[in-house]
């Protein structure tokens, strides 16, 4: 499967612990993106990589979180000293960032289902 | 503020009916535009997209969607529903940044 990949799919945890998820992008593909996405709403943007930079994080993700991409291939997204609010879906999306129609189209893995207790 | 809104949260359908979901975006200068499809139990997948040009674009499974700008609206449209286009279809922009924007979704039941 050359698609997006995303470890766990679900992971269930006690407030307080931390928690890591892992993002695979399509192997060609230099944008990395997290979403979460909570019951009802539609996916809200958190932060996005070029290559290892990080460009652009949202006021949503508080000091708690953190997201890295090393060598600009896997992310991972940790979650510190985690909180009820927490549970939701995180979804990771790539997409190329050549010129032309092909750069805004971003593809979507399965993502990871966090419940916090 | 950037937004997009959808109007329908939830549509019941028999097969062979119609279907348009409405997607409205806020001003906000160049606006690319997006219509996400997540079927049960699987990733979002891309129907169809607008960059420029002609204001009416096909995407897969028979979807289309039509952009009108004095309107501000990229509305989804299908002529004929089936039963297995059941499933949660999302509306997106992107500004002048690369994230995007997504309207909060609307669950669409089809019946057989």
């Known amino acids: 499967d050359t698609g997006v990949s995303q470890d766990p799919r679900h992971k269930i945890t006690k407030r307080g612990q931390n928690v890591t998820f892992r993002c695979d992008p399509i192997s060609e593909h230099n944008r990395l993106y997290w979403y979460r996405q909570t019951l009802g709403q539609g996916p809200e943007f958190l932060t996005y990589?070029?290559?290892?930079?990080?460009?652009?994080k949202s006021r949503l993700l508080s000091d708690r979180f953190s997201a890295e991409r090393p060598k600009g291939s896997f992310s991972t997204l940790e979650i510190q000293r985690t909180e009820q609010g927490d549970s939701a879906m995180y979804l990771c999306a790539s997409s190329p960032s050549r010129a032309g129609s092909a750069k805004n189209i971003q593809y979507f893995g399965a993502g990871t289902r966090l419940s916090v207790l | 503020a950037q937004s997009v809104s959808q109007h329908n949260h939830h549509v019941i359908l028999s097969e062979a009916a119609s279907l348009e979901l409405g997607c409205n975006y806020s001003y906000g200068g160049t606006v690319n535009l997006f219509w996400y499809v997540q079927y049960p139990g699987q990733h979002l997948q891309l129907l169809l997209k607008?960059?420029?040009?002609?204001?009416l674009v096909k995407g897969i499974k028979g979807f289309e969607a039509e952009f009108i700008k004095s309107k501000f609206s990229f509305n989804l449209r299908k002529p004929s529903v089936q039963w297995s286009d059941t499933a949660e279809y999302f509306c997106?922009?992107?500004?002048?940044?690369?994230?995007?924007?997504f309207g909060t979704g609307t669950r669409l039941q089809v019946f057989p």
């Open positions: 997106a922009g992107i500004y002048n940044t690369d994230k995007l924007i």
């Open positions: 607008y960059f420029s040009g002609d204001p």
């Open positions: 990589f070029q290559n290892e930079a990080q460009l652009e």
